[in-house]
């Protein structure tokens, strides 16, 4: 289909002669075509898309007002001015409310058409160039809706797979036992969550936490008046587990009179709540857990024998996390997390510092694996470090700070005790900030607000020596090279030496965490 030019309709051959000759004349050249009857230009219309279409509206067969509406019903954004004589008032109106853009009256004007011709195609080509700018808008908008979509979608199966009890539990190995921290109320909420009770309550009840006086109410309830403040009355956390799941955590903490209440709701699914006179039914998957193991205690008398076999149908040991072989898993996995709830940028954990992750013991297990990983996201820039994991008292060679034979011996006084908690306290700090200012003993000496020789004295008592915490490094990456006497510094990643950039981030941090903490002697 060929674009552009301008055609003219008119049943006036004398007309259609000079006109077209005028305007090609005086508007550079333009194409005119022309038609002698409304048939013939809707015929040229079907073939071709014209700048303007100038037509007459007084003409045997079908006239202009008939000939406009098709022009606006096949060529919408066609600009069409219409040529009237003097007097038809009402016709051009009815132009006008067809969709006409402008009138010419006869004798034409020729000046007066050229410019309504130009007017009207400079509009025109506005109009193509503002739809032709929301098609693209709409396309970008389109493209965006997708992409929008399809993260929202990731972002929603993230959220689901960290939520999901079962995220924390991935790894290859078998064997597990529950020292504290270990992950037990994750195990059981992943039971439930496999479970065909999925869609019912999970309560969990912390024995520990709950008072020996209080534990019985709180695990069955109470009838109002069943006691002073007993007002009205309450469920147990047996009834509002009702078809779900009961985890009792630290189960070993149950006093003795409440175990074999225990016991009697385990066996008949009954349970009696304080003060009332009729058991109530519950139906409960009951999970227990314990830190310690509980063959012990029933050696020792503090757990009947009786609950510990109707609990002991299916065990299930929890390992120590520095037992397990998933360390790195829930590290990467604790990262995600913390880095999409905290809004940081942090994604990676270094070679190194997935070493110092290794090496740890991990005694407070995944809860402190947990913490201590949202707390280097908040330190990192985009990758952990093991600078970012100065928490754990292990330096980057794998040397445990917390020196055994610096601690109390047992039986040892307040006082031996404190003065040992100290000399640990003030050894950590002294590496921590040594390894902040890359083996700078000035520098380390004003983080630590002592003065040098101090600070020396007690190196030396701690047998911590500055080189260690040095690296070589290339002049060539100081900005101010032999002019700096920062040029021993740990240049990480090649970057410029903080002296000349300002105080170091890792430095700033490392104070805010040392607090108040001075060296004396």
Known sequence: MTQGGILIVDDDPALLEALPEAL???????????????GAALDRIAVRDYDAIVTDIKMPGMDGLALLAEIRTRRPDTPTLMITAYGENDLIVGALRGGACDFIHKPIDRDYLITALRRAMETREATRRVKEQQ????????????????????????KAVIESPLSWLIGSSGQMEGETGTGKELVARAIHHLSARREEPFVAVDCGAIPDTLIES????????????????????????????LFLDEVVNLPLPTQA??????????VQPLGGTQPVAVGVRFIAASNVPLEGEVRAGRFRQDVYYRLNEFAITL???????????????????ASGELGRPCRKISEAA?????RYPWPGNVRELRNVIRRASLLAAGVIEPEHLSVLPIDPAGRATARQSERAPAGASLKQLAEAAAADAQHQAIRLALQATGGNKSEASRLLRTDYKTLHLKMKQYGISAAEFREPLSTSWCRRQGSCRRTR??????????YAQGPSARARVLSAMLGSLRIST
Do not use: W
């Open 24 to 38: 090609r004349l005086r508007m550079g050249g333009v194409t005119v075509e022309t038609a002698d009857s409304a």
């Open 319 to 337: 390992p120590p996390l520095r037992e397990r072989d998933n360390i790195l898993h829930l590290a990467n996995a604790f990262l995600a997390e």
């Open 218 to 245: 709180e695990l069955f309830g109470y009838e109002k008046g069943a006691f002073t403040g007993a007002h009205q009355r309450k469920e147990g956390q047996f009834q509002l587990a009702g078809g779900g799941t």
């Open 489 to 498: 510094l740990l240049h990480r990643n090649r970057r410029p030496c903080s």
């Open 135 to 158: 098609l693209t808008l709409e396309h970008h908008l389109n493209t965006l809706d997708v992409v929008v979509e399809e993260r929202a979608h990731r972002l929603r199966g993230r």
């Open 354 to 358: 997935a070493q110092v992750l290794l």
């Open 261 to 270: 209440k225990l016991l009697r709701a385990l066996q008949v699914r009954q």
